[in-house]
């Protein structure tokens, strides 16, 4: 089912163009070291539109990655100034939503879309991972909660 959702983000629809150009401004961003943080972003935001039905995109603090204590006070800096680009994204890509709800089989293909635009407003820190690998990080954090409440009912008892 996969691989057919992501033929149809393709073809009929085009998808191929929305991560081309999603790669080619993150590019241009990343060349001006100013913008690298989010080019980093883009970027891998562009991964993800190749493949949106078999990837998805997490935060890199969820993958437990450690970065310099510069680059994340530069990016919290850079992410600010990119707030008003990120709502031009944003609101582009509510069009393009828009436009996949019109036809019945772009409903699937709308609501991927719908998933990412957090990615569009704050592409800093974001990685594309194979969906596995985030079905695997939601089901730690589930144990994680059921542990935590099985805990605390024990203590109560």
């Avoid at 436009?99 to 772009?106: E, K, N």
């Avoid at 998933?115 to 592409?123: A, E, Q, R, V």
Wanted: hydrophobic share 55%; aromatic share 14%.
């Amino acid at each position: 089912m996969r691989i057919l959702g992501n033929i149809l983000w393709h073809f009929p629809f085009f998808g191929f163009l929305t991560a081309f150009g999603t790669f080619l401004m993150g590019g241009i961003l990343f060349i001006s070291v100013i913008g690298a943080p989010i080019g980093l972003g883009l970027i891998e935001l562009s991964k993800f539109l190749l493949a949106p039905f078999s990837k998805a995109m997490i935060d890199k603090k969820d993958l437990n990655m450690e970065q310099n204590k510069y680059w994340q006070a530069f990016g919290l800096v850079i992410r600010i100034l990119y707030f008003p680009f990120g709502l031009l994204l944003a609101i582009v890509t509510i069009f393009q939503i828009a436009g996949l709800f019109i036809t019945l089989v772009g409903i699937p293909l709308a609501i991927v879309l719908a998933k990412s635009l957090g990615t569009f407003f704050n592409p800093v820190n974001k990685k594309c991972v194979p969906r596995a690998v985030q079905d695997e990080l939601e089901s730690r954090a589930a144990r994680a909660e059921v542990e935590k409440y099985l805990n605390s009912k024990s203590k109560n008892v």
